[in-house]
Each structure stands twice: as C-alpha cells, then as structure tokens.
C-alpha cells in the first residue's frame, strides 16, 4: 500500500576475484549497480531524471549482497543451492539474512545458464546486463531469466545485414 515502506533485497553477481584484462569489469559492474540502486533509494535523479516522477509515489527500498562468481558455473550455482536456496522466506522478512527478490547477473552465458535453471525451480527472477547466449530465450527451460542486452542473434543479423550491403 502506498505509504508503507516495502524493501526488497537483491543479489549482485559478478566475477571479482579473477585477475585478468577483463577481472576489473567485475567492480565496475558492482559499483554501477551499488550507484543506481543508491540513487533510486534516495530518489536522486541526476542520472536518470525519471526517478523524480516516482520519487512521492513510490515507498519501495533495495538492499544489496554481492556475489563474486569468478567466472565459474560450478562455484555461482554451489554458493546458489549452499547460501540462498535453503534460506526460509520468514515472516516477517529477517533483515540480517534476507531472502532475495532477485538475482542481477551473472555477466557469461555459461554462468547464468546453470544458474536460471535453479532459479526457475525457485520462482526467483535473474536479470542479466551481459549474458547474449540465445539458449537463454527458450522461456521453457528458463521461465524466470530476463536480460538488459539483447541476444546474439541480433548480432548475427547485423553481422549479416552489414555484410551484404558491401
């Protein structure tokens, strides 16, 4: 109801600990997310000026846990089934060790793949910002998967489109 003060926690994956060209991406990401979701919580809208249209409407409030996947699908669906599944939904919610809302990430296919499945069992959303492969559309075997950036098919077309016009 409006007024009342709803807080949904969310589960941040991202590689952190993996020393590569691309292991800093990780804390960029993570950072972008903390940013936003500090901003919508205080309804700063610099960045993003439509927070200020939600700004007296809106009484919803994020928490945060990040999660470092090291770029493995055995190690982010371990954490996965060992650290969130087994949490009980509690009521009221146990501000200490919540049960997620969602799961943002993870960055590769081949770590948000193992990890939709699971999800899917549990009816808990995942949104990636970076996984492109086209076996996640198929909403049978990933019902509650979703993504920011579109799917390496559109890639394909483009490689194409573009091809054949030189």
Do not use: W
Request: hydrophobic share 40%; charged share 15%; aromatic share 8%.
């Amino acid at each position: 109801s409006q007024g009342q003060e709803r807080t949904y926690h969310l589960r941040h994956l991202s590689a952190f600990t993996v020393m590569s060209s691309i292991g800093s991406a990780g804390y960029s990401d993570a950072a972008a997310f903390l940013l936003a979701v500090h901003h919508f919580n205080n309804r700063i809208s610099t960045v993003v000026p439509e927070i200020s249209q939600i700004a007296s409407d809106c009484s919803i409030m994020f928490t945060i846990e990040l999660i470092d996947t090291m770029y493995s699908p055995i190690k982010s669906a371990g954490h996965l089934i060992k650290d969130i599944l087994p949490r009980e939904k509690p009521e009221p919610p146990d501000p200490m060790l919540p049960y997620p809302t969602a799961l943002v990430g993870a960055s590769r296919s081949a770590v948000s793949s193992p990890l939709a499945i699971l999800t899917g069992v549990h009816g808990l959303a995942q949104i990636s910002h970076a996984s492109t492969s086209t076996s996640l559309d198929n909403k049978g075997q990933y019902p509650t998967f979703g993504r920011m950036i579109p799917s390496a098919i559109g890639d394909a077309y483009a490689a194409v489109d573009y091809l054949s016009n030189e």
